[in-house]
């Protein structure tokens, strides 16, 4: 039966998922589920969510304190206010995605750090940024 066949292989690629993600400390907990109340209520509060429709997977993901909507659908990764947040995940779940809270301590990134600096500009700009000072202060 293909259907079965599908679950199958969903299955086996969420296993070694949980396993690469236990590799950083990370656990992902259904966001429907009793322990992602909290998550539900205040979703500003989490670190990162991902996301899942039949083979698509991306990312909402909290760099310093600015979310950055990471869906490779979009031509680059896109700002999300606090507000948006919980509005962007409902809708998502209306579309038939399956979301998850991710959780644990993450290591910081240079995409953090740059958020701090310049917190509403694309993360392609704070790469650039990022590239543009490291440039700079290697080559000077």
Same mark, same amino acid.
Request: aromatic fraction near 20%.
């Given at each position: 039966n293909l259907l079965v066949l599908i679950l199958q292989s969903?299955?086996?690629?969420f296993f070694f998922f949980l396993l690469a993600l236990n ?11 009793? @322990?992602? @109340? $909290?998550?539900?209520? +205040?979703? @500003?509060? @989490? ?10 997977? &991306?990312?909402?993901?909290?760099? %310093? +304190? =600015?979310? =950055? ?14 507000? /948006?947040? %919980? ?7 209306n579309d038939g995605y399956f979301v998850f809270v991710v959780? %644990? ?6 995409? $953090? ?8 500009? %694309?993360?392609?700009?704070? &790469?650039? =940024?990022?590239? /543009? ?6 080559? =000077?």
């Amino acid at each position: 039966n293909l259907l079965v066949l599908i679950l199958q292989s969903f299955l086996i690629f969420f296993f070694f998922f949980l396993l690469a993600l236990n590799v950083w400390n990370l656990t992902i907990i259904p966001f429907m589920s009793p @322990e992602a @109340e $909290d998550a539900r209520k +205040e979703p @500003e509060n @989490e670190k990162a969510f991902i996301l899942n429709s039949h083979q698509h997977w &991306f990312t909402i993901r909290k760099f %310093g +304190e =600015y979310w =950055y909507n990471l869906n490779s659908t979009l031509p680059e990764p896109q700002f999300v206010s606090n507000t /948006f947040l %919980g509005m962007l995940l409902a809708q998502h779940q209306n579309d038939g995605y399956f979301v998850f809270v991710v959780r %644990g301590e993450f290591p910081s990134s240079q995409a $953090d750090q740059m958020a701090l600096i310049t917190p509403r500009l %694309g993360l392609p700009l704070l &790469f650039i =940024y990022s590239l /543009f000072i490291y440039s700079f202060i290697f080559v =000077y």
